[in-house]
């Protein structure tokens, strides 16, 4: 099982940016989908996370601006940010609870990441 995540740059205080990201491998179901951030010198910390049925829950920081959802079908989650500010600066994960398939046709569970995608917020 794998996470792929997409879509950080440099984007202006303010402005929007998206991102996404994609699980692949031999999945069973997803069950909660989380987005993660970790800026120089700081802990990770948990930005928004979604369950299977579409349930969300945002740190205080971003409430109002960003929104997590999900594409079962497609087994992934995004992240739409707005409003962004320079404090949004950081390195983006996403985070899945995972029943998948083993080698040996055993069914498993697993904590999946990203690698990581980097969000700049400057002008």
């Known amino acids: 099982v794998q996470l792929r995540a997409s879509g950080g740059g440099l984007v202006q205080p303010g402005g929007p940016l998206r991102l996404s990201c994609a699980a692949s491998?031999?999945?069973?179901?997803?069950?909660?989908m989380a987005w993660y951030r970790q800026a120089p010198g700081k802990q990770r910390e948990l930005v928004a996370i979604i369950t299977s049925g579409g349930s969300a829950n945002y740190a205080d920081s971003v409430k109002g601006r960003f929104t997590i959802s999900r594409d079962n079908a497609k087994n992934t989650v995004y992240l739409q940010m707005n409003s962004l500010k320079p404090e949004d600066t950081a390195v983006y994960y996403c985070?899945?609870?995972?029943?998948?398939?083993?080698?040996?046709?055993?069914?498993?569970?697993?904590?999946?990441w990203g690698q990581g995608t980097q969000v700049t917020v400057s002008s």
């Open positions: 491998g031999n999945i069973f179901i997803i069950n909660n």
């Open positions: 985070n899945g609870l995972i029943q998948y398939y083993s080698v040996e046709r055993q069914l498993r569970g697993g904590d999946f």
